[in-house]
């Protein structure tokens, strides 16, 4: 079976990128010049029935909104504004009605969050089943728009939000994207590196390692557990839809002082040596080998 991860390090230094990129693929969008004083992002995203959802207990609707969610939550960990997006639809097995509803739950979501839907297409599969994709566009001011490379040593690690047990509870389904914490972070500049927490915590904490180039030191005993979930779930389960992020020390005080988006709280700090995600004695960390979902 193809290695996701490894098809992406021999991918992503290959792909041909013009002076316009400001920021290229391996950030949770691109970020592309648009003004002199804003930047547009893009990012595309899939949904599959039997991967992202049950197939047959999730109602259509809900799935749609998850899809669109999915995408919003890309746009908050840059700490941009979403506004427009672009729906794909292929299905076989599915009655008409079903993607109707699936695209309605895509353009309820839109409402809600300010989105224009403004184009796409739909087509059919070989074999019973369905995939859609979407790509969000928005925008960030070029001073604000938030990386996944900027932590520095000595800066504090934050996740908004709880963690784990995403699927028994529903959570997966029933999740409200980041936009105006991410927007906070960036409009203040808190946040030194940022990013999502969509395919588990270990997962993404050493993406952000990595394209920073730093040591996590993470506390299991201080993850914000989600209700029915154990410290190997928050750290591996994944589908969180969570902000994870860096903050300077001599900042970390006012951030806290000043916020009032729910839950937040302080899993670890940041250290100089070789990319990775430790626990606060060094020990690698990871469970039964797994660090989160990797297709």
Known sequence: MPDELEILRQLLPTLPQAGSVVVGPG????ALEWSSDGLLLA?????????????????????????????????AAMGGYPFW???????SGRASDWVLEFCRGVSDCGREYGVSVVGG?????????????????????????????????????????ELGNSLASGHHLDFSPRLAEGRFLAERHYASAMLDVSDGLLLDARRLAESS????????????????????????????????????????GELEQNWNFGQLTRIGVVESGSPDVTD??????????????EH
Not at 55 to 68: C, D, I, N, V
Not at 230 to 251: I, K, M, Q
Not at 280 to 293: E, F, I, R
């Open 121 to 161: 297409d739909i087509a059919s599969l070989p074999v019973e089943g369905e995939v859609a994709t979407l790509t969000i566009l928005g925008m960030v001011r070029r001073g604000e728009v938030v990386r996944r490379s900027g932590a520095s040593p000595g800066d504090w690690l934050y996740v908004t939000g």
């Open 85 to 91: 997006a672009l729906l794909t639809v292929a299905s």
């Open 27 to 30: 950030d949770d969008c691109a």
């Open 213 to 252: 180039g730093v040591r996590l030191l993470v506390d299991p005993a201080k993850l914000p557990l989600r209700q029915g979930a154990d410290c190997n779930g928050a750290l591996t389960d994944g589908e969180d839809y969570e902000l994870l992020f860096t903050v300077s020390p001599e900042r970390a």
């Open 43 to 75: 990012a595309v995203d899939q949904l599959i029935g039997g991967v992202h959802y049950f197939r047959e207990s999730t109602p259509p609707r809900q799935a749609g909104r998850k899809l669109l969610c999915r995408n919003l939550s890309d746009i």
């Open 280 to 293: 606060p004695d060094g020990n690698p960390l990871s469970v039964n080998g797994k660090y989160g979902y």
